[in-house]
């Protein structure tokens, strides 16, 4: 076949491949902003070690009404389970990593959901252009918000498992550092890893608004949680700004719910400030950004 032929049959789309399947996934900085929830779907996917939350599915890609129980991890690191009581589990740590987050937990629902009863969902299928997003196929006018566990014995509520699903079982459940939410402000947790206790807060603002913001509360020295405690920086992870402070590990999580109500109206009223960062603040921003980490 001569070039010229070879040309058409790609120009006419007939021998061409689908661009959808060809071309990479679009990054999306901040995967789930337009969610009912957006704080607390980061949450469920970066920060809490066993957790759950139910959504609903709509739309045209699914059968709409069809329920899927995210939880953050699941046996063998499957990343979706269809159990043989029909039930949809998926796993919102054990996905994909295309660069768009809500479109590799979209893929992983979808594909869950087109599993027989009794079946895992043992790979995570690669999605395209073509995958819908999250915001394409969950019910956006209910709310989210993941609750917190102390085991993942809900894994297996009325099912059997075998020797090595047990193991499973047990090794995960051992894995889990105690978590507690806090009450003060949406998606701020108190955990406890080993001798250590901190709180980590997920800020639902701009990224650089918020970094703004914490720079001028360390500038100002109103960073902390009182007494005792220190702001050690924060990470960044789905285009949103995670705060870490480090606690008197003697004290229990409710201890510092005031301070934590507090530093709530410090912070708001940091990000609402317009004024041009001083020369501390600057410094105080440089320091923060320095000790920044971003996950996955």
């Known amino acids: 076949m001569g070039k010229a032929s070879r040309r058409r049959r790609?120009?006419?789309?007939?021998?061409?491949?689908?661009r959808a399947r060809t071309e990479p996934v679009p990054f999306e900085a901040r995967p789930f902003a337009g969610l009912p929830g957006e704080t607390e779907w980061v949450a469920i996917r970066e920060i809490l070690p066993a957790a759950t939350a139910t959504v609903r599915l709509v739309g045209p890609h699914a059968a709409d009404g069809t329920e899927i129980l995210l939880t953050t991890v699941l046996p063998l690191a499957w990343p979706g389970l269809h159990r043989s009581d029909g039930r949809l589990l998926v796993a919102t740590q054990s996905g994909g990593s295309s660069g768009d987050a809500s479109r590799d937990l979209a893929g992983q629902m979808l594909a869950t959901a087109a599993l027989e009863p009794g079946t895992p969902l043992v790979t995570v299928p690669s999605p395209t252009r073509a995958t819908p997003r999250l915001q394409d196929v969950v019910d956006l006018t209910a709310g989210f918000e993941a609750e917190l566990h102390e085991g993942f014995d809900f894994w297996v509520e009325g099912q059997e498992l075998d020797e090595e699903g047990r193991a499973s079982l047990e090794r995960a459940n051992e894995a889990i550092?105690?978590?507690?939410?806090?009450?003060?402000?949406?998606?701020?947790?108190?955990?406890?890893?080993g001798d250590r206790a901190h709180i980590r807060h997920v800020l639902p603002d701009d990224e650089d608004a918020a970094t703004d913001a914490l720079a001028r509360l360390h500038a100002a020295a109103s960073d902390g949680l009182g007494e005792g405690t220190r702001l050690l920086g924060a990470f960044r992870t789905a285009g949103l700004l995670v705060p870490v402070w480090d606690l008197d590990p003697e004290l229990?999580?409710?201890?510092?719910?005031?301070?934590?109500?507090?530093?709530?109206?410090?912070?708001?009223?940091?990000?609402?400030?317009?004024?041009?960062?001083t020369a501390e603040e600057r410094r105080a921003r440089s320091g923060l950004l320095s000790r920044q980490v971003t996950l996955r």
């Open 177 to 193: 550092v105690p978590t507690v939410r806090m009450a003060a402000l949406p998606s701020a947790y108190w955990v406890r890893i």
């Open 10 to 18: 790609h120009t006419d789309g007939s021998a061409a491949p689908s």
């Open 252 to 277: 229990e999580a409710g201890t510092y719910e005031d301070a934590l109500t507090a530093w709530g109206s410090r912070y708001a009223e940091a990000l609402a400030a317009d004024a041009p960062l």
